[in-house]
């Protein structure tokens, strides 16, 4: 063998020694990121934003693998743990889906029901009502039989599940006449009780209110002030 294949089988000696230890470089590394990290596990993450109180459908979610260490023991593994669940906040896309912040629809729960009535666009807080929010309902009816015109709270802290799209609406005007307005379809979630005092607000009152609650305000309105009556001081 002549000096140069010497100095030729000497780097290619060189070169396997570097790309060696480049390798368990890298192993080394690999190894030391596993360790810290642990490995992978599944988690449910939405597709989608989701609103408060509004359905997780399995088109929302998707399950992706995370390293263990950077998942709640509360984040949701499979679809099927949060699918048909409502969360209690409003959710982005791209987030964990937590089991702490989901819940059984307040609608279909036992001694509860939905019901939707339309609300006055004008008079029902229009534009600051949405699904989570929760409100009074009050009623105004019309005086008869020599008795005074009458408003009255007819469900307090009633939980709106959902508000819809704004609709042309025909309604009684003071001359005994229809006049054009906007209507919003508002569904709530309500004890059975509370659904039929609702029910007949809406078939017999001149006109249904919703007075919103401030967040977190659950008092309860002394019975005093529930009914307010016209030439009442």
Do not use: C
Request: no cysteine; aromatic share 6%; net charge negative.
């Amino acid at each position: 063998m002549n000096p140069r294949q010497r100095r030729g089988v000497l780097l290619m000696v060189i070169a396997l020694i570097g790309a060696l230890a480049v390798f368990i470089s890298v192993l080394t590394f690999v190894s030391s990121v596993n360790a810290n990290v642990g490995g992978k596990v599944n988690v449910v993450t939405l597709t989608r934003d989701v609103k408060a109180y509004h359905p997780i459908e399995l088109d929302m979610v998707q399950t992706v693998q995370v390293p263990e260490k950077w998942v709640s023991p509360t984040d949701a593994r499979d679809p099927s743990e949060v699918v048909g669940l409502v969360p209690v906040a409003d959710l982005s896309s791209g987030s964990y889906v937590d089991r702490a912040m989901v819940t059984s629809r307040p609608g279909i729960a036992n001694g509860f029901r939905e019901i939707a009535i339309m609300v006055d666009a004008e008079t029902g807080v229009g534009g600051k009502i949405g699904s989570g929010d929760r409100v009074d309902i009050i009623a105004t009816f019309a005086g008869q039989d020599e008795k005074a015109p009458v408003a009255s709270f007819v469900v307090t802290d009633a939980l709106i599940i959902d508000v819809g799209v704004a609709e042309d609406v025909e309604k009684a005007n003071s001359s005994g006449g229809f006049s054009e307005g906007k209507a919003l379809p508002v569904t709530f979630a309500l004890t059975v009780r509370d659904a039929l005092r609702l029910a007949s607000a809406e078939s017999f009152a001149v006109k249904v209110r919703l007075a919103l609650r401030a967040k977190n305000d659950s008092s309860d309105i002394p019975s005093p002030d529930r009914t307010y009556e016209e030439g009442y001081r």
